[in-house]
């Protein structure tokens, strides 16, 4: 029986007084593509960014490979970051640096790649993004579609095992949502396990393993986008679903 | 990078703790190796304000400028019976005698009276010249003013610390004193009618006049012991070997009535050659090494101040643990306290406080000072900058696995210059013209420089008219070149 590869354990954040989240215990399998859904509000992003450590939790684990992220040292958490990408709504790209120096950066400095195997690597994955013809712009110069799928090739630079998505297209003007969740379902496909935060219903239903439900600081249900879309169990998610458009 | 920041820190708390100690056991240490430690190392530093003439003053000496005087003649006297070699330090007067209890010099001739007062700071050789007072004024009032007693309701003005200063104050009712540190400044206001009077010594009175046809001289009739109207030379507490040693040239001076039949003319010559050519492109030379101090200061405090403030803004930014909590604290009050104190002190205190412990050259006191001063204004700057980078950035740098401080590296500070250069440009330019107050401590920037070719040529407003063209090309071509790599950053 395979190990999961994220695991979490009675997670709780609070912000000062504010519990954004109250106790979450869920799995997250390799190759699995997790999409979280609900109300804005809900402690979706909080929830992602505690999978990274990007937020500290207040109570509860969080293991990534077997490892819990909240006992570890500070060396040590960088080392498991470089294995989960993110992706950012608001791309944060380098302004700073082109867009193959964005790329190349983290693998420079953090594994110490040369700069001819990183430039080499951040071609392909430019290719795999459809933007090496873009390479040498700077980030201000692209449209938001382009900026977010360099966003995805850096995070992809480091190889990680795991990509988290903070409502990647939520920031894109509609025309540019649709380039930008191809290259997320061609890394699905590919088999990259995923947690994906976002609203698209449409990419939850046709990429998604499982949905995650998620309102008022906990994991309401879990289904699969089938079961989800057609049967919620909760009334929590019946009145969201009624709410949306699909 | 963050135990720099506490060796600076405790180097300065030592520093102000140390004082008291050592003020005082140095006081005593002295104790007649004085002699023998001038001879072992040579030279016979004389401290001295070269803007009295014929006492001591500024001349050119086959296109060089030199201090000369009836002084620099006694100290060289001293110096050649001493068996040493005679090296003449400027300062403002106001400096001379802390700088000769911070052993920044050997002694001082500056045309001093050995009053009691000062006696019981420093030791004083017999006599070397009685002089007497007189009080310039300017020639057309001739027939208003007799003596002290005729300025009621008006103003002189005397040389700060000096002791027509305190004796003016003291022997006229109704009659406002003015004290400003250069006799060239006071002679400036009489002329522009500032002040109507300027008491000083019956000698000095006599060149002013004699190279000037606007002033004249009147007798002060000031009521004066001997020791207030007579010029001795002063040596730190305790040096009485040295002393003795010195008292010997002195009565040798006092018997061969040396002063009067030799030293007193052979400044007179100097006085003459001076006042011919009172051009400023004739002292082309002297604002020439004006401008390469004050760039010098300016660009070396920048460099240093720099490098000061980005380790004071990591240091304030530092979050958790006792250790960066603790040095958190430290950059925190570091930086409220020099900003909290006038630069001016603070340069007086690493040249005079700092030289207790190592001595350090005025210029080094001097760039050390003021980059310590602009570092924490710097620090503030890049506090700012730093704090307008995204979050995003900080996330997205971490998220790759990147440690703190190589996003601090690679990613939050290259965006932060940006932000922060401006400022930085601003602070440069602030300090080309905030560097003139290391003239206190006699660097020879543009004010100090100006300040000689004022006592030299007698010229009061030209010199000043000339540096300030000076400071402002030196500003506006800083401020252009700084656009332009202000403009160079932006292609993003």
Known sequence: ?????????????????????????????????????????SGKSTFLRCLNLLETPTSGEVAFTGENLTTLDAKRVNELRE????????????PNMSVLENIKLAPMKVKGVDDKT????????????????????????????????????????????????????????????????????????QGMTMVVVTHEMGFAKSVADQVWFMADGYIQETNTPDEFFSHPQTERAQDFLSKILI | MKKHVILVLALLL???????????????????SSLTKVQKKGTLVMGTSPDYPPYEFQATVHGKTKIVGMDVAVGEKIAKDLGVKLVVKSMSFDSLLVALQTGKVDMVISGMNPTAARKKSVDFTHTYYQGGYSIVINKNDKGIYKNKDSFVGKTIGAQTGSTMYNESKKQTSGTTVKGMTSVSDLILALQSHKIQGVAMEKPSAQAYVANNKELAAIPSDFNLNASDTSAAVAF????????????????????????????LPAAGKYLKTNTVNTSMWHYWKAFLTGVEYTLIITVCSVFFGFILGVLLALARMGQGGVFRTGLRWLATAYVEFIRGTPMMVQVMFVYFGLGLIVNLPALTSGIIAISLNSGAYVAEYIRGGINSVDAGQTE???????????????????????????????????????????????????????????????RGVAPIAVIMVLYFILTFTASRILNYFERRMQHD
């Open chain 2, 14 to 32: 030592t520093m102000v703790f140390g004082m008291s100690t050592l003020t005082t056991s140095t006081a005593h240490a002295a104790t007649d």
């Open chain 1, 118 to 189: 990183a430039t080499q690597r951040a071609h392909e994955l430019l290719q795999q993004v459809n933007l090496d013809d873009h390479a040498d712009a700077f980030p201000n110069s692209l449209s938001g579609g382009q900026a977010q799928r360099v966003a995805i090739a850096r995070a992809l630079a480091m190889d990680p095992k795991v990509m988290l998505f903070d409502e990647p297209t939520s920031a894109l003007d509609p025309e540019m949502v649709g380039e930008v969740l191809n290259v997320m379902q061609d890394l699905a496909n």
């Open chain 2, 396 to 458: 997205a740098a971490r998220s790759l696995g990147m440690s703190s401080g190589a996003t601090m590296r690679y990613v939050i500070l290259p965006q932060a210059l940006k932000n922060i250069w401006p400022s930085l440009g601003n602070e440069f330019i602030t300090l080309i013209k905030d560097s003139s107050i290391v003239s206190i401590i006699g660097v020879s920037e543009l004010i100090f420089q100006s300040n000689i070719v004022r006592s030299d040529t007698y």
């Open chain 1, 83 to 94: 294995q989960m990408g993110m992706v950012f709504q608001g791309f944060n790209l380098f």
């Open chain 1, 1 to 41: 029986m395979t190990k999961p590869i994220i695991e979490v354990k009675n997670l709780a954040k609070n912000f000062g007084k504010n519990t954004v989240l109250k106790d979450i215990t869920e799995d997250v399998m390799p190759g699995q593509v997790i999409v979280v859904i609900g109300p804005s509000g």
């Open chain 2, 236 to 263: 730190k507490k305790g040096s009485s070997a040295l002393v003795h040693a010195a008292n010997k040239s002195v009565d040798q001076i006092k018997t061969q009535n040396l002063v009067n039949k030799t030293y």
